[in-house]
Each structure stands twice: as structure tokens, then as C-alpha cells.
């Protein structure tokens, strides 16, 4: 049996507090050992997209807060020197066995996915500064998408389809009066797009296409998902109409 690595569920308060201690065993049976196969920088895309809108991790550019904030998660790990080895087998430790009571199903992603995933964690979690390199380029930055443009009395308004918590498009421009507004979503995540001050909304949906029509008067509007703490984590954009 190998040494016990353990940390809490995120407790809140008045925000995020500090995770304190609960045993999550680390054997041989998580792997914990690098691989020489692993691949970070297929563990980063894997993170964003399967991970991020669940969990904050910095380097990741992740703002989830349903699950743990990873980088509090580890920062005691990190300041006992407990080493990358063995963050890796908690991390592969929670993705096969969750615990009960909580919304992460178990296995999330499996097999050398799992193992690129903890790979990336172990690598980046609670240290200070950013990926470089191939890292840095992994994922694309969320919202840096051309501006969103009503065409034909339409306007459609991408979410990310990486499974960042953002939409393609930070900003949207389009005409007075009727509009549709679509919202595709390939992310494989709950969404929606609500328009702040109108009825305007679309339905929820984890993919497809996402429809809602009204009619809207000249001036700026702020659209959003709907989702708890998806627009806190910045999900949310600026639309001009004139």
C-alpha cells in the first residue's frame, strides 16, 4: 500500500475556502508512476473539454466551480513536496473512483486518455505562471472568435466547442427589430444564451442547435448562459443593436 495523498470537496462560505483533509488511497493500482507514453498536451485539450467547466485550474484557463478548484486542491501537496508522482495517482485515484455524493461520474475519460489527463494535472496544478511552448498552443484561448453578426434577421452565437466555459464570441452586433438567435453547441455541456433585459432565451442543451426569437430595440445588451456559474465563470458577451 503506498503513502495516503488526500484532499476535501471544495468547501464555500462567503466564496471558496480552503480544502482540508480526507483519505484517497494512493496504490499501486492508480498507476502513479510517469508514463513514458503520456502526452500533456493531448491531457490539456482532454482537461478543457471533459474537465474545465467543472474545475478551476489556472494554467488550463478552466474556471469550473461545481468540483474542487484543483490548484487549491494541491497546494498543501505541492508545499510538502509530495512531487508530481504523486499527484498523479490522486488525480487518476478521484477520475476512476469519484467518491459517492458527488456529480463526477466515474471514469470520466479512461484508459491513456485518463493517463494524459492526470499527466497534465500533476504537471501544472497549484504552480504559479503559465504553459509555454506546445502547451501554451494546446487549446485556443476562449472568446477570441470574430464578432457574432446578425445576417437575414438571424444570429447565431457559438458556444465553445472545446468545453470552455465562454462562447466563440464575445461580442454580436445586429439590426432593431425581429431576430432569431441560434446558438450552436458541439461542447457536449449544458448551455444556453439568454439576452439580459429581454424574454429572449434559449432552451439548455449539451448539443445541437439551441433556437429563441423576439424582437429587439436599438441599444447594448449583455448575453449569457444560464447554467449556474457559467456566466460568473465568463460566459457572457456584449451585443450592440442599432
Known amino acids: 500500500m503506498g503513502r495516503k495523498v488526500t484532499f476535501s470537496h471544495v468547501a464555500r462560505a462567503a466564496g471558496i475556502a480552503a480544502l482540508a483533509a480526507t483519505a484517497v488511497a494512493v496504490s499501486g493500482c492508480t498507476n502513479a508512476g510517469s508514463s513514458s507514453t503520456s502526452d500533456p498536451i493531448a491531457g490539456k485539450q482532454l482537461f478543457v473539454k471533459n474537465c474545465g467547466s467543472c474545475h478551476t485550474l489556472a494554467r488550463a484557463g478552466t474556471k469550473g466551480n461545481v468540483g474542487p478548484n484543483l490548484d487549491d486542491a494541491f497546494r498543501v501537496a505541492r508545499q ?10 490522486v488525480v487518476l485515484g478521484q477520475i476512476g473512483f469519484p467518491g459517492k455524493g458527488g456529480v463526477m461520474p466515474a ?5 491513456q486518455d485518463a493517463q494524459d ?17 506546445l502547451l501554451a498552443t494546446a487549446v485556443k484561448a476562449a472568446g477570441t472568435g470574430k464578432p457574432a453578426v446578425e ?3 438571424v444570429l447565431s452565437i457559438a458556444a465553445d466547442p472545446g468545453g470552455q466555459l465562454a462562447y466563440v464570441s ?13 446558438m450552436p453547441n458541439k461542447s457536449g455541456i449544458d448551455h444556453n444564451l439568454a439576452i439580459e433585459g429581454t424574454s429572449i432565451k434559449t432552451p439548455i442543451i449539451k ?5 429563441a426569437t423576439g424582437t429587439l430595440k436599438p441599444g447594448t445588451y449583455t448575453f449569457f448562459c444560464e447554467v449556474p456559474g457559467h456566466r460568473q465563470a465568463g460566459m ?4 450592440t443593436v442599432k
Open 151 to 153: 445576417k437575414n434577421g
Open 107 to 111: 471514469n470520466l475519460v479512461t484508459g
Open 170 to 182: 464575445k461580442t454580436a452586433t445586429a439590426t432593431a427589430g425581429p431576430i432569431q438567435i441560434e
Open 236 to 239: 457572457v458577451g456584449k451585443l
Open 207 to 211: 448539443s445541437g442547435v439551441a433556437k
Open 80 to 89: 510538502e513536496r509530495w512531487g508530481d508522482d504523486s499527484i498523479r495517482g
Open 117 to 133: 489527463v492526470a499527466e497534465y494535472v500533476s504537471a501544472v496544478a497549484a504552480k504559479p505562471g503559465q504553459d509555454a511552448g
